[in-house]
């Protein structure tokens, strides 16, 4: 029987905004960025959330979104800082466009006043925002009827109505769905249960069904394969890249030799030590090549190892002291390693300078499952040995065995005859002598 589609008049009611929203009543998180019930949002908390959680967990964002506001309170501190300090503030988040989209979004917003468009279409005109933050920011923070799908609304509803086609090819349908389920009250409530509801209830493993709110329309539960949704089509990550990066360290003041990336392409503006190519068939034996400066370079043990979205990375660091009095080259800077923080660093670059600083080896290979017995040592060629023959042992000796001695057999007592016949007598079986017992003296018996 093929499975019922959206479309399908016999699949039975669907899910209904209502049933959400009182459970989203009941259960909603306490976020940094979230309003409390009945709180007016602020736009811009909405939109740097927004921007912040693009491809990224909540766990991750929290104390970024916490520290960007302390030093960014509002659009115009936001729009009026330098590149390199919003870069600073958001490295570790990964992403790098972003960051760059989102200094480009403040100063468009503020030079328009500071208030950001109130509809959908007009966000999608803002820097780096595409359709699902436009949506996002429209319901959340002003209330628009908009749908806001992610991650996690493609997964709940693809489960609600069996969406048999993969992503990304069901997106448009999958967004159709959604849009007909925002209601024209609190739209807003309803794009963050939707969100909250497949971050806490439909999980991409082992949902809770039983305790979710829409499990009696959810047709893929009815089905029993809420876990094979939504359907996703394979992609083959990228081949594996190596590396070098050059960590120079400058005596005195443990300053280090960094410099900036181009500003198009991976990491975009950032800050690094400086280093190789990434290349699939990078020749390590001859990493000295691109080093920045002459030095007296050390490779350091184990590698750090990284991944990107499209292919993983492993770089062999390389570490030199240098002289107080050395110049950096040119489009490089030494930076006191006290200022470090200061400085946009990825996530990678982090990596690089605390191995750098803190060299580990690399961790032993351990085999899986249990350990394989090694048959015993064999002598070379011992296969190729004929079998050696042993010749038979000796009979054992035959002994003998001597007999037994047989009991002597007692001697027979005479028999009794009674003297008053001189004729044969049949001679009778001797009865069983009993043990007797002295006899006790007693009176004489009268006759």
Request: charged content about 25%; glycine content about 6%.
């Amino acid at each position: 029987m093929p499975p019922r589609t959206a479309t399908d008049p016999e699949a039975g009611p669907g899910p209904r905004a209502d049933d959400l929203l009182a459970w989203y009543d009941r259960h909603r998180r306490v976020l940094p960025w979230r309003a409390l019930a009945g709180a007016v949002p602020d736009p811009y908390r909405v939109w740097l959330s927004e921007v912040m959680l693009q491809q990224t967990t909540i766990a991750a964002v929290r104390p970024y979104f916490e520290r960007f506001l302390t030093r960014f309170p509002d659009i115009f501190a936001l729009a009026e800082a330098p590149e390199e300090a919003v870069m600073s503030a958001w490295a570790g988040l990964g992403y790098y466009s972003r960051a760059r989209n989102l200094h480009a979004c403040a100063k468009a917003v503020a030079a328009a006043g500071g208030r950001f468009p109130d509809t959908a279409e007009g966000l999608r005109k803002l820097p780096g925002i595409g359709a699902y933050t436009a949506g996002a920011i429209a319901a959340i923070a002003f209330d628009r009827p908009e749908a806001a799908v992610d991650g996690n609304v493609e997964r709940v509803l693809s489960r609600a109505y069996a969406v048999e086609a993969p992503l990304p090819g069901s997106r448009p349908e999958i967004r159709r769905l959604t849009q007909a389920l925002v209601p024209q009250e609190r739209p807003g409530d309803f794009a963050q249960a939707l969100m909250d509801l497949g971050a806490t209830i439909c999980t991409p493993k082992r949902p809770a069904c039983a305790l979710c709110p829409w499990m009696r329309p959810c047709r893929a539960r009815s089905l029993g394969t809420q876990e094979t949704f939504p359907r996703k089509i394979r992609v083959a990550k990228g081949a594996l890249r190596r590396g070098a990066a050059f960590v120079a360290i400058r005596s005195g003041d443990e300053a280090v030799l960094l410099r900036t990336r181009a500003p198009e392409g991976l990491l975009g503006n950032m800050a690094e030590p400086p280093g190789s190519a990434w290349e699939p068939d990078y020749d390590v034996a001859a990493a000295l090549l691109d080093a920045p400066l002459d030095a007296r370079w050390k490779r350091l043990p184990g590698l750090v190892r990284h991944g990107f979205t499209h292919f993983p990375l492993e770089l062999t660091v390389f570490v030199a002291r240098v002289a107080l009095a050395t110049a950096a080259p040119s489009d490089m800077r030494f930076t006191p390693r006290s200022a470090l923080d200061d400085e946009p660093l990825p996530g990678l670059m982090r990596k690089v300078l605390a191995h750098a600083f803190d060299p580990k080896p690399e961790p032993e290979k351990k085999p899986r499952g249990r350990p394989r017995k090694e048959p015993p040592p064999m002598p070379l060629l011992a296969a190729m040995e004929p079998p050696v023959s042993m010749p038979d042992p000796d009979p054992r000796p035959r002994v003998r065995a001597v007999p037994k001695p047989q009991p002597k057999a007692a001697p027979v007592p005479p028999q009794e005859t009674d003297e008053l016949f001189d004729g044969e007598v049949e001679p009778s079986p001797a009865p069983a002598r009993a043990r007797s017992s002295p006899r006790r003296p007693g009176p004489a018996r009268k006759r």
